[in-house]
């Protein structure tokens, strides 16, 4: 399946494996999940190693670690779509990260809607009753 099937088709076709790419990556990691402070519309649900973290901490937007590239990624940092972030709390058995975050650009999503506009967030399409997917209606 390609990237443009993947991330704009109607075929779900979910990645059960990715837990185990991402236990196989260089960095020890936990999930990091990006909420709107405002609306509390989930944006993105990534991981964050201790660099990733700190670097959050340290200039105030949303950072992950990319567990494909094995790389920082401050998220807007080559779109201009940055998350900046209001707060970070902790789950209470301290294995996973919220950012509460306001989007300082056109949308969070590394995707494009049909005008060519980054999608608010990565959660723009749902699971129907037959298996298939459909996009939730974009404005």
């Not at 973290?53 to 920082?72: I, K, Q, V």
């Amino acid at each position: 399946m390609t990237h443009e099937e993947l991330e704009e088709g109607t075929i779900l076709s979910l990645d059960f494996a990715k837990l185990r790419k991402v236990a196989n990556c260089e960095s020890d990691v936990l999930p990091a999940v990006a909420q709107d402070a405002l609306t509390g519309e989930l944006l993105i649900v990534g991981y964050a190693n201790e660099l990733a973290l700190e670097t959050a901490r340290e200039c105030g937007m949303a950072t992950f670690w990319s567990t494909s590239r094995n790389e920082l990624w401050i998220k807007g940092k080559t779109s201009g779509d940055y998350l900046n972030i209001k707060e970070i709390r902790v789950n209470c058995e301290q294995n996973s990260i919220l950012y509460l975050v306001t989007p300082a650009g056109k949308g969070s999503c590394h995707t494009k809607d049909r005008t060519g506009t980054a999608r608010p967030g990565c959660y723009y399409r749902r699971i129907k009753k037959d298996g298939s997917l459909e996009f939730v209606a974009e404005d």
